[in-house]
T-cell receptor, first 112, second 113 residues
Framework: ETGVTQTPRHLVMGMTNKKSLKCEQH?????MYWYKQSAKKPLELMFV???????ENNSVPSRFSPECPNSSHLFLHLHTLQPEDSALYLC???????????FGQGTRLTVV | GENVEQHPSTLSVQEGDSAVIKCTYS??????FPWYKQELGKRPQLIID?????GEKKDQRIAVTLNKTAKHFSLHITETQPEDSAVYFC????????????FGTGTRLTVIP
């Protein structure tokens, strides 16, 4: 599928590792988002970027570090994660902050 | 902040029957209510949404109703089919957009052939 693409689809990392999640959108959108989806919990908005500027950071621990080099790419840099950070991390984009969100398929992260 | 509650967490129906999923929200300023469908291993996809100036919206076999006074909204699926099996999420937002969405915990719908 085209649209919003996330890599990798699955990631297993140790607590001392550093890894990055990548998101790319081919929809010409100006806003991009990171969400966390844990079992039996609501989808949680982590970060919002609009025109490559971060507009929201929902009290996310500093071990998660987002980067938006341009309007088509979004990264989530991970370091010294905890096992409770294991979850599905979803990227989304929208035409603008007020537009409908289109989600990627997510990266299933397991921290061991 | 907003708190969205969704019920039931699981729902099984026979093929052809109707399914109803209900959500309540706490922030009276919320005015945009989308529903997402997430099939196993796939991305959440918007299936229908409703804004606060409308009480009901239909799209073929799916419909959403909104009661602003009671602060609840519901998803109705009629003539269910096996391909309707998925997890459905409701959400509420103060703006008609993705930057301020508060999601429910999801409902796993199983349609039994």
């Amino acid at each position: 599928e085209t649209g919003v693409t996330q890599t990798p689809r699955h990631l297993v990392m140790g607590m001392t590792n550093k890894k990055s999640l990548k998101c790319e959108q081919h929809l010409g959108h100006n806003a991009m988002y990171w969400y966390k989806q844990s079992a039996k919990k609501p989808l949680e908005l982590m970060f919002v970027y609009s025109l490559e500027e971060r507009v929201e950071n929902n009290s996310v621990p500093s071990r998660f570090s987002p980067e938006c080099p341009n309007s088509s790419h979004l990264f989530l840099h991970l370091h010294t994660l905890q096992p409770e950070d294991s979850a599905l991390y979803l990227c989304a984009s929208s035409q603008s902050i007020s537009g409908e969100a289109f989600f990627g398929q997510g990266t299933r992260l397991t921290v061991v | 902040g907003e708190n969205v509650e969704q019920h039931p967490s699981t729902l099984s129906v026979q093929e052809g029957d109707s399914a109803v999923i209900k959500c309540t929200y706490s922030d009276s300023a919320s005015n945009y209510f989308p529903w997402y469908k997430q099939e196993l291993g796939k991305r959440p996809q918007l299936i229908i949404d409703i804004r606060s100036n409308v009480g009901e919206k239909k799209d073929q076999r799916i419909a959403v109703t909104l009661n602003k006074t009671a602060k609840h909204f519901s998803l109705h699926i009629t003539e269910t089919q096996p391909e309707d099996s998925a997890v459905y999420f409701c959400a509420a937002s103060r703006s008609a957009g993705a930057n301020n969405l508060f999601f429910g915990t999801g409902t796993r719908l199983t349609v039994i052939p």
